[in-house]
């Protein structure tokens, strides 16, 4: 049965990032010919310009994770042994919902969005090894923390 979850969970997962990755809109920048005068190279400024991408994916993670908060109250509702399914499956669906959406985001948001996925999915083995689990989510709101911190630099 555990097994059969993984697999499926897996499958979830990996349906989620292939879709995901179809919604880019992003086109390649185009490549600069050499045939006219050469002119000075851009300045970077200490503040670059806001990545719409990162603002997006900050933004839908922020949803992901309210939504995932909503799910996982009301399967706990339902009480063991049964609902104890239901929170895992809904953890590592979150999970998923969180990874795939930091695809395109900047390389801060994206570690951070990877610490999120990753405290989601140990709460998830938590409840799948006991019907009784009642694990602390401190790790997760410190993820989220940063998750936050990481959004407010972009």
């Known amino acids: 049965m555990q097994r059969t979850r993984l697999v499926l969970s897996g499958l979830a997962i990996t349906a989620l990032l292939a879709m995901s990755a179809c919604d880019s809109a992003e086109s390649p920048a185009p490549v ?4 006219g005068p050469t002119t000075a190279a851009p300045t970077i400024s200490a503040n670059p ?3 719409a ?11 992901d994770i309210a939504d995932n908060a909503d799910k996982v109250g009301k ?15 809904q953890w590592v669906a979150g999970s998923a919902a969180v990874i795939a959406h930091s695809i395109g985001a900047n390389e801060q948001v994206s570690a951070a969005a990877d610490k999120v996925q990753q405290e989601m999915a140990a709460l998830s083995e938590a409840y ?8 602390s989510k401190k790790k997760l709101e410190a993820a989220i923390k940063e998750l936050t911190t990481a959004c407010s630099a972009t």
């Open 75 to 89: 399967a706990e509702k339902i009480g063991p042994p049964a609902g104890h399914i239901a929170v895992s499956a």
């Open 128 to 135: 799948n090894k006991s019907a009784d689990a009642k694990p």
């Open 49 to 51: 310009a806001p990545d």
């Open 32 to 35: 600069p010919s050499n045939t």
């Open 53 to 63: 991408a990162t603002a997006k994916a900050c933004d839908d993670i922020k949803k």
